[in-house]
């Protein structure tokens, strides 16, 4: 009988300090997992930059090359174009055509200059750029 009392004498719960350490410790673990769930779910709602090339044209007038490139802006917001490369090398936006494309609208770019010169059959890369430099689109078009 004496032992079953020291047996039952030392069967204690947890000490309430640590039963609150562990309620903590819970607490901020469970507070992180949905902090960063509703983080997760807000990056959807934000305003994004996309822009797809849904063409490329290479022509040639007047010893002239141009590149003329059909635009639709995919994102959520609009977007500024500023700079358009050609196989990496910066070539120049034709004046008359609008920069900023609101969402989900199209636009044609012409793009001219002595670093839009092309040759048939050659492939050539185009990256669009957006105001805060940016990559909003790429396409790779092989002049015929």
Do not use: C, H
């Not at 020291?6 to 902090?35: F, G, M």
């Not at 003329?68 to 609009?78: E, I, Q």
């Amino acid at each position: 009988m004496k032992t079953l009392r020291k047996i039952r004498k030392n069967d204690k719960a947890l000490s309430p300090v640590v039963a609150s350490i562990i309620l903590i410790a819970v607490t901020v673990a469970v507070s992180i997992a949905v902090a960063a769930w509703m983080g997760a779910l807000t990056v959807g709602f934000m305003d994004t930059s996309s822009v797809t090339v849904t063409s490329v044209t290479f022509t040639q007038a007047s010893d002239v090359d141009t590149i003329t490139v059909a635009v639709k802006n995919t994102g959520t917001s609009s977007v500024t174009l500023s700079t358009a490369k050609v196989n990496g090398v910066v070539t120049g936006l034709a004046a008359a055509d609008s920069l900023t494309i609101a969402d989900g609208g199209n636009d044609v770019l012409t793009l001219s200059g002595d670093n839009a010169a092309w040759e048939a059959g050659n492939a050539y890369k185009v990256e669009l750029y957006d105001a805060s430099g940016q990559l909003v689109g790429a396409y790779q078009a092989t002049a015929a």
